[in-house]
Structures are given as structure tokens and as C-alpha cells.
């Protein structure tokens, strides 16, 4: 009976899960098409209500996929949603300052492909990584609800989220709302990223709390997230193609794209494999 | 949210991912500043420099020997010149300047002064003038806001030569570019 249930509900979370995926790209696909057909332009207020839009929608599909993961005890909606609200605060006042004014990444790290690397893992990587940490490991880690080592990547991914969220309404405003279709496409791989790197983070915080690691467990965690961070950001710029015709130069960034994407979707296998793994050795401990 | 008691392991996990982010962050910082800082070496006319490495070399004009910009920088490019200028016997730095002063007066729109004066840069007397002006595409059509651009000349007279150092930035990333324009100017020698 209770095999039939577990496998019943099985069921159930991957048709939710499925339904996600499908309305996301439905979603993507409305936004291209409406950009195409209608070309818009924005005021101000429009433009901040659309990328807040566009950015908030990728985050919340790809939230409540991570959340159903969490098949054994799901975690309390209020709280997922306060470590979102945290990972994206933490971005809006911490991490964007910091990147885009104190280190000011954009005037150095595309002046070769090293700098490109090491400036995508050492600064924009730890900062990005550490700070979605933080939004986990200051708030709910010591609660009565973080009570298995899976809850680790649900919390993280939400703060991920809520980070990929500021990251996407900044991309919106800075590009003045231009080319919303390539744009919406960008946003749901960057929020899925950022979601599966936080993850990386998630899963060793999660172990850390209920198993005794060595002490070099956690940095390795932040570590391990900060290079595949960097290396996302890198391949998103690597392969610009660019077109030349009489109309004038443009730049595809659709092989980028394609590869960044490889990268987001292999770390989101790996870390629901981990996932999967954990309560796996959970039923079969009970 | 209930908060149980912090162990000491969890105590030394977090004070080290506290510690190796801000190793990461400071090797990155001098990462950095070693990408901003590189240069490649300059030799025209006698006059040697270190340029900034990865900047835009113009084909130089008229009595120019070196024009670079960089093109990664926000608003106004900041840019460099380096000129090279006869002058007749007995001619000073300040009569230079204000030849200078004159050309910008006549070339640069809404021309400002904000300061002149005698200084020694790194060991070599020069004169130093600060200005300010706006950068306008002449084109009706452009629809970009014209820029403030804040620039400073660095005149050093040598022999029958004034050999002239002009650093130019938007207004708004000036102070944040001079630390690198400084290490421009102390390279210079001629």
C-alpha cells in the first residue's frame, strides 16, 4: 500500500514538474513572439514594471520546481519565499555594488579569456556564491525546519532565485528593454543557473549540518559553486558570433547562449541527482 | 525561527568560508589592478612611455604621437595624447599653456577653465591645466546625451620641444581613472 502511494506521488511530482518546464517555455515563447510582433517601447515605469515582470516569472516556475523536490517533508512556503526575498536584498545591496562599482568588472574582465575566467570565479563567482551562503546560512540553517541534509538545496536554490531575480530586472533596465525576446531566453537560463550554483552550495550546507564533515567541506562547497559560476559566465560570452551584412554588424548571442545553457542544465541534473540520492537514503534508512 | 546552539565545527566551517571568500576576493582585487595597470612599451620621436595594454592606438594626426582610449569605459572613452610641439627659443611652459588654452577655447564646446598652475611631476617641473568640456556628436540626428568630459593637459618644455600629456574622462569616472593616468604620466620620458 505505502509503495503504491510513494509511487503514485512519484508520479504526481513529475507531471507537476513537467508542467513547469512546459509553461516556462510557453512563456519564453509568448514574450519572443510579442517582442517580435509588436516591437515595444518603454517609459520608465513600464520598463521597470517589465523587467520586473520578466524577471520574477522565470524565478517563481523554476522556484517551485526546486521546491517539489522536497518529496519527504516540504519545506513551509513562508519561509522559501523569505530566503528568496533575502537572496535577492542581499544581491540588490551587496552584491551588484560590489561587483558592477567597487570592482567595476566591466571596464577589465573581458580583456582576455583569463581575465575573463579568474575574474568570473574570483570576484564575481565568491561574491555571488558566498553572499547566497549567507542568505541561507544566517537565517533559516539553525532552525527546527533546515531538519535534512535536502532541505540545504531547496533554501539555496530559493536564494539563488531571489538573487537571479535582482540580476534580471538590472539586465531589463540597463538594456532599455531592448530585444526581449533573446532577453526572456537569457533570464530563465541565468535565474536556473544561479538556482543550480546556490544549489552546489546548498548541498554541502545541507551535509555540513547533519553529517560531520571535515572542516574543508564547506569551502570546497562555495568553491566548487564559485568555478562553475565563473565558467557559466565565461562560455555566455565566449562564442559572439558575429554577422556582417549591408544593413551593418550584429552580434548573435545565441551560441554563448547554447553553451552557458549546457552548463546551467548539466549542474541542475547533477545537483537533483543529488537530491534524489539523499531521500532515496532517507526512505531506506526509515 | 528557533536557533539551536552553533557547534565548534560549525563555528571553524564558517570562518572558513568567510576567510577563503575574502582570499578570493583580494586575489581577485589584485588581479585586477594588474589587468588595469598593464602596458605595453612606447617609443616615438625620443619620447618613451608604457601605454595602457588593450586600448584603442589611433593612427595619430598633426603633431600627435600617441592617441589611445579605452573603449570599455562608460559615457566619454578615456583617452590619452601625447604631443610633441617645436617651439621657438626661450619659450616657456606658461606661454604654452596658454596657446593651449586658446586651441581648446576655439575646438572644445562650453570651454572651461577650472585651473591652472607651475607644478613638478614625478621630478620634472611641468605646468598643469584642468578644464572641463562638453563632448557633442555634431550629428542633429545622434540621439545620445552629450557628455562632460573633464581633462587635464601636462606641458614639459625640453630643449626647442614642449612635449604635451592630455588625459581626458567623463566627468563621472575621472577621480576613479586618475590613479592609472598617474602611472601614464611617471612613465613618461623623453
Redesign the interface.
Known amino acids: 500500500m505505502t509503495e503504491l502511494k510513494a509511487v503514485y506521488e512519484r508520479k504526481h511530482v513529475w507531471r507537476n514538474e513537467f508542467l513547469l518546464i512546459i509553461s516556462l517555455i510557453v512563456f519564453v515563447g509568448v514574450v519572443y513572439v510579442l517582442d517580435g510582433a509588436l516591437k515595444p517601447v518603454f517609459t520608465t515605469s513600464t520598463l521597470i514594471l517589465t523587467g520586473i515582470l520578466l524577471a520574477l516569472v522565470p524565478s517563481a516556475i523554476w522556484l517551485v520546481f526546486f521546491y517539489l523536490q522536497d518529496r519527504l517533508e516540504p519545506e513551509p512556503k513562508g519561509y522559501i519565499l523569505g530566503v528568496f526575498a533575502l537572496g535577492a536584498l542581499l544581491a540588490a545591496a551587496i552584491g551588484v555594488p560590489l561587483i558592477e562599482n567597487v570592482f567595476r568588472v566591466s571596464h577589465w574582465i573581458y580583456t582576455n579569456t583569463l581575465a575573463t575566467i579568474l575574474g568570473g570565479i574570483l570576484v564575481v563567482g565568491f561574491t555571488q556564491e558566498f553572499l547566497k551562503y549567507a542568505a541561507v546560512r544566517y537565517s533559516i540553517y539553525h532552525s527546527d525546519e533546515f531538519d535534512e541534509a535536502t532541505d540545504g538545496v531547496i533554501y539555496a536554490t530559493a536564494a539563488g532565485l531571489g538573487y537571479a531575480t535582482v540580476l534580471n530586472i538590472q539586465f531589463v533596465i540597463s538594456n532599455g528593454g531592448v530585444d526581449l525576446g533573446a532577453g526572456v531566453i537569457r533570464m530563465a537560463v541565468v535565474a536556473l543557473a544561479q538556482a543550480s550554483f546556490s544549489g552546489i552550495t546548498g548541498y554541502f550546507l545541507g551535509r555540513a549540518k547533519f553529517e560531520s564533515e571535515q572542516i574543508w567541506w564547506m569551502p570546497l562547497g562555495i568553491t566548487l559553486a564559485a568555478i562553475f559560476n565563473g565558467l557559466f559566465n565565461w562560455l555566455r560570452g565566449l562564442v559572439a558570433q558575429t554577422n556582417i551584412s549591408l544593413s551593418g554588424a550584429s552580434v548573435s548571442p545565441w551560441p554563448g547562449l547554447a553553451l552557458a545553457s549546457i552548463v546551467a542544465f548539466g549542474t541542475t541534473a547533477a545537483v537533483l541527482w543529488l537530491v534524489r540520492r539523499n531521500l532515496n537514503s532517507v526512505q531506506a534508512g526509515k | 525561527?528557533?536557533?539551536?546552539k552553533?557547534s565548534l565545527?560549525?563555528r571553524?566551517?564558517?570562518i572558513?568560508?568567510?576567510?577563503?571568500?575574502v582570499i578570493?576576493?583580494i586575489?581577485?582585487?589584485v588581479?585586477?589592478s594588474g589587468?588595469?595597470n598593464s602596458s605595453v612599451p612606447f617609443n616615438v620621436e625620443g619620447i618613451r612611455a608604457q601605454a595602457p595594454k588593450?586600448w584603442l592606438q589611433s593612427e595619430p594626426a598633426g603633431d600627435e604621437i600617441l592617441r589611445t582610449t579605452?573603449r570599455?569605459?562608460s559615457g566619454f572613452n578615456t583617452t590619452y595624447v601625447l604631443r610633441k610641439i617645436p617651439l621657438a627659443a626661450n619659450t616657456s611652459a606658461a606661454q604654452v599653456a596658454s596657446l593651449l588654452t586658446l586651441g581648446h577655447g576655439q575646438d572644445l564646446l562650453a570651454f572651461r577653465v577650472l585651473d591652472q598652475r607651475e607644478v613638478t611631476v614625478y621630478g620634472k617641473a611641468a605646468y598643469e591645466i584642468s578644464y572641463v568640456y562638453v563632448e557633442s556628436n555634431p550629428n542633429l540626428t545622434h540621439k545620445n546625451i552629450p557628455s562632460i568630459v573633464r581633462g587635464a593637459d601636462y606641458i614639459y618644455v625640453n630643449d626647442n620641444n614642449a612635449v604635451v600629456v592630455s588625459f581626458w574622462a567623463d566627468e563621472k569616472s575621472y577621480d576613479?581613472n586618475l590613479a592609472r593616468f598617474h602611472i601614464f604620466l611617471q612613465s613618461i620620458s623623453y
Open positions: 525561527m528557533e536557533n539551536k552553533i565545527g560549525d571553524y566551517a564558517e572558513t568560508v568567510i576567510l577563503i571568500t578570493a576576493l586575489v581577485g582585487w588581479y585586477k589587468v588595469e588593450g579605452d570599455t569605459s576613479l
